[in-house]
């Protein structure tokens, strides 16, 4: 609930209009909150192993074939919770109430 409360108190951050820009480098690990990938990348990186998740398979196949993702500057993404989380809907609900009530 931490980070939930941190977004919420500093919203404007989140919400003021930016200058967007694509940006790339090299990261350790590939977090998503959306993502684009062509298909065969996808399914290729699916095949190192299964996780209920993806992350981990498309961070690890970049690696392997030496890409890195594409970043869209002065963005914000949210990920509320994971579904292992604790309290993760009473989570989600603090944000829905109090930050993307203001879009």
């Known amino acids: 609930?931490?980070?939930?409360?941190?977004?919420?108190?500093?919203?404007?951050?989140?919400?003021?209009?930016?200058?967007?820009?694509?940006?790339?480098?090299i990261t350790p690990y590939f977090c998503n909150n959306l993502f684009i990938a062509k298909t065969d990348f996808y399914l290729e990186a699916q095949k190192l192993f299964f996780d209920h998740w993806d992350e981990g398979q498309l961070t690890m196949y970049a690696n392997q074939i030496d890409k890195s993702p594409i970043y869209v500057g002065n963005c914000y993404g949210i990920h509320m919770a994971y579904g292992c989380t604790v309290n993760q809907k009473e989570i989600e609900q603090?944000?829905?109430?109090?930050?993307?009530s203001c879009i």
């Not at 980070?3 to 480098?25: D, G, I, M, Q, R």
Request: aromatic share 22%; net charge neutral.
């Open 1 to 25: 609930m931490f980070a939930a409360k941190h977004a919420v108190a500093n919203k404007e951050l989140v919400l003021n209009s930016s200058e967007f820009y694509l940006t790339k480098y």
């Open 94 to 100: 603090y944000y829905l109430d109090n930050l993307f």
